[in-house]
């Protein structure tokens, strides 16, 4: 079945440490994008990429980092420096946004203890 | 700075009803617009799209309107179900990125 994998669904951190979330998609989509959701919050833009090696930032990019080495694969780093990381995070990817829509995945919950 | 405003507070309707959802925007000119459902827990899934040259889409029970002289998309579900009763976001297109209403629950009691 053609879809988009994040990996871990769950995902406990402690102050100080950063933690990488994996997305993987066997749509042949050459876009991907992350986004956070926060409780009442709508999705917030973190970082998106168009095309392999190539990605930009978005609205909430600080405190975060990607790399788009393969084109089925883009993981999200989040750093210590993100000041408030506890939150739903959800990977998505599409063909060009204007002819179609974003496929998501089933989201990882990251928990700052 | 743009805006998305969806109705934060639950929409509770009868079964059988239609479900009206609001999606208003402002300092935007989106060139589309599209609609999604949240479980909780779960990603968002795409329901529909609607350009800005077009005033309506309709797709089995569900019916998306988009007036950009006003700033709104109307969201409706006919014949509403219990099973219907989830998150709906709308979510407005530029270029190459999406940006998202907070989004409204909708709740179908039976």
């Known amino acids: 079945?053609?879809?988009i994998t994040q990996s871990p669904k769950?995902?406990?951190?402690?102050?100080?440490?950063?933690?990488?979330?994996?997305?993987?998609?066997n749509l042949n989509h050459d876009a991907m994008y992350w986004y956070r959701q926060d409780p009442g919050q709508g999705l917030r833009l973190i970082y998106y990429s168009q095309i392999v090696n190539d990605f930009q930032k978005g609205d909430i990019a600080e405190g975060y980092s990607?790399?788009?080495?393969?084109?089925?694969?883009?993981?999200?780093?989040?750093t210590s420096a993100q000041k408030n990381p506890t939150a739903f995070y959800l990977?998505?990817?599409?063909?060009?946004?204007a002819a179609g829509e974003l496929f998501f995945g089933e989201g990882s919950r990251l928990t700052v203890l | 700075s743009q805006k998305i405003e969806q109705n934060s507070e639950a929409l509770?309707?009868?079964?059988?009803?239609?479900?009206?959802l609001t999606c208003n925007y402002t300092n935007y000119s989106p060139?589309?617009?599209?609609?999604?459902r949240q479980d909780p827990g779960r990603g968002p899934v795409f329901l529909l799209l609607i350009r800005e040259n077009e005033k309506e889409k309709r797709k089995e029970r569900l019916k998306v309107t988009f007036d950009t002289t006003l700033k709104q998309s109307l969201f409706h579900i006919t014949a509403s179900q219990p099973a219907d009763s989830a998150t709906y976001l709308c979510a407005l297109g530029g270029y190459s990125t999406l940006t998202f209403g907070k989004g409204t629950m909708l709740l179908v009691s039976p």
């Open chain 2, 12 to 20: 509770n309707i009868q079964e059988g009803k239609t479900a009206t």
């Open chain 2, 31 to 36: 060139a589309y617009l599209q609609w999604y």
């Open chain 1, 10 to 25: 769950y995902l406990f951190r402690k102050e100080g440490q950063n933690v990488t979330l994996s997305c993987e998609q």
């Open chain 1, 1 to 3: 079945d053609g879809g």
């Open chain 1, 66 to 78: 990607v790399s788009r080495e393969k084109k089925e694969s883009f993981p999200l780093t989040v």
């Open chain 1, 91 to 97: 990977c998505a990817s599409s063909i060009p946004l």
